[in-house]
T-cell receptor, first 112, second 114 residues
Framework: GESVGLHLPTLSVQEGDNSIINCAYS??????FIWYKQESGKGPQFIID?????DKRQGQRVTVLLNKTVKHLSLQIAATQPGDSAVYFC???????????FGTGTRLKVLA | SAVISQKPSRDICQRGTSLTIQCQVD?????MFWYRQQPGQSLTLIAT?????????ESGFVIDKFPISRPNLTFSTLTVSNMSPEDSSIYLC???????????FGPGTRLTVT
């Protein structure tokens, strides 16, 4: 079986409910943030990004909120579906570099 | 977006041996990255590989252990040398996209060292 997410924090959500996944980032110089979704047996897949000059960005069924004061990032998924079950990672990056620092990840389990 | 494939998708290897992982991209890309994802953990950058230059390794990773080749703009290899069980991980390659800060990942290679 897939070992990604085996020891990660788990968020269990009822199908149809909204999910909120949180992430604390470490580098005050980071000015670019991304949320990735990793399904079993696959590489991370880009979901949504946000730059530090914004505090909110919306996509399809997803919203990312950025609070630079407390260095906190969240991903909100509306009307969570079984296909949303995966491990979610936040990543931070800084202008002038192409390296990302990945957060620890959260496993989202959608309950039918 | 770029389509990235990796070979092998998984392997079980004996300690002390080496494994070379291949990463193929369907378009020419300047920067490629190799990550390690240990069981139950997040992704850690091993090195950045640009075509025509030596790979740049992150702290804690050395060329003797993880030699990288980047012969052209669509291909790279990562070798895990003299393997030990602690090298059991998923190894992922990724590439920069066209937009700033875009990065796409391959499906990963699951390595188990016994």
């Amino acid at each position: 079986g897939e070992s990604v997410g085996l020891h990660l924090p788990t968020l269990s959500v009822q199908e149809g409910d909204n999910s909120i996944i949180n992430c604390a980032y470490s580098n005050s110089a980071s000015d670019y943030f991304i949320w990735y979704k990793q399904e079993s047996g696959k590489g991370p897949q880009f979901i949504i990004d946000i730059r530090s000059n914004m505090d909110k960005r919306q996509g399809q069924r997803v919203t990312v909120l950025l609070n630079k004061t407390v260095k906190h990032l969240s991903l909100q998924i509306a009307a969570t579906q079984p296909g949303d079950s995966a491990v979610y990672f936040c990543a931070e990056g800084a202008s002038g570099t192409y390296k990302y620092i990945f957060g620890t990840g959260t496993r989202l389990k959608v309950l039918a | 977006s770029a389509v990235i494939s990796q070979k092998p998708s998984r392997d079980i290897c004996q300690r002390g041996t080496s494994l070379t992982i291949q990463c193929q991209v369907d378009s020419q890309v300047t920067m490629m990255f190799w990550y390690r994802q240990q069981p139950g953990q997040s992704l850690t950058l091993i090195a950045t590989a640009n075509q025509g230059s030596e790979a740049t390794y992150e702290s804690g990773f050395v060329i003797d252990k993880f030699p990288i080749s980047r012969p052209n703009l669509t291909f790279s290899t990562l070798t895990v040398s003299n393997m030990s069980p602690e090298d059991s991980s998923i190894y992922l390659c990724s590439v920069r996209g066209l937009a700033p800060y875009e990065q796409y990942f391959g499906p990963g290679t699951r390595l188990t060292v016994t």
